[in-house]
């Protein structure tokens, strides 16, 4: 069974530190990973894709690594501000599901303090 | 560029009515899914459409349908409302159907059921 799981589901920093969120999967077989933002109450917005055969995906201040043969992806924010509060969710496209359907972590909620 | 547009934004029903959930996807995008948000049970893929064809369905009741137009746009259906379809229902384009393309969401319904 094809999963994707977030830990912590909550974290809490203060301003200025850097932010580090982790994705696990259990099936390496994977086309890509996508990493949304979820303000409260609105839709996702696209942060990163990282297609399988890429290490790692960067725009900005944030940074998304892949590990495929570990199942894992972290996005680094870098110098975390308040307007990056918000629930941070990973996407898994895997080779066994069909189309384009998405298998996502239960994300992880972010508060920034000024 | 336009984004992914959902309407209505909110909706309140009763038990036992049934609701439409309407979707434009982004200009050119010929793909179509349809995720389910409850806190209780995270992202959840319903189905998706490409060239007005249902290509992948999730785990989901009989109740819950959908379709894609020529125009790409869709519409989802949901019958004999149940307390439990109260939720955000998400939908994503995608420029074509296929293991590289991003999904682009909107801003989600908001469906209430008392």
């Known amino acids: 069974k094809q999963e994707v799981t977030q830990i912590p589901a909550a974290l809490s920093v203060p301003e200025g530190e850097n932010l580090v969120l982790n994705c696990s999967f259990t099936?390496?077989?994977?086309?890509?990973l996508q990493w949304f933002r979820q303000d409260p109450g609105k839709g996702l917005t696209s942060l990163l894709l990282i297609q399988s055969s890429q290490r790692e995906q960067t725009s900005g201040r944030l940074n998304a690594s892949l590990d495929k043969s570990s199942g894992r992806s972290t996005l680094y924010i870098a110098a975390s501000q308040p307007g990056d509060s918000a629930t941070y969710l990973c996407?898994?496209?895997?080779?066994?599901?069909?189309?384009?359907?998405?298998?996502f972590g239960g994300g992880t909620r972010v508060l920034v303090k000024p | 560029k336009a984004g992914v547009t959902q309407t209505p934004r909110y909706l309140i029903k009763t038990r036992g009515q049934q609701v439409t959930l309407s979707c434009s996807p982004i200009?050119?995008?010929?793909?179509v899914s349809w995720y389910q948000q409850t806190p209780g049970q995270g992202l959840q893929f319903l189905f998706e459409y490409f060239s007005e064809t249902q290509r992948n369905k999730g785990n989901f009741p009989g109740r819950f349908s959908g379709r894609q137009f020529s125009n790409s746009r869709s519409e989802m259906n949901v019958s004999t409302l149940e307390l439990g379809d109260s939720a955000l229902y998400l939908c994503?384009?995608?420029?074509?159907?296929?293991?590289?393309?991003?999904?682009?969401f909107g801003n989600g319904t908001r469906l209430t059921v008392t």
């Open positions: 996407a898994v496209r895997f080779i066994k599901a069909a189309g384009n359907k998405l298998t």
């Open positions: 200009s050119g995008h010929r793909s």
């Open positions: 099936d390496s077989a994977i086309y890509n």
């Open positions: 994503a384009s995608s420029l074509v159907e296929g293991n590289n393309s991003p999904l682009h």
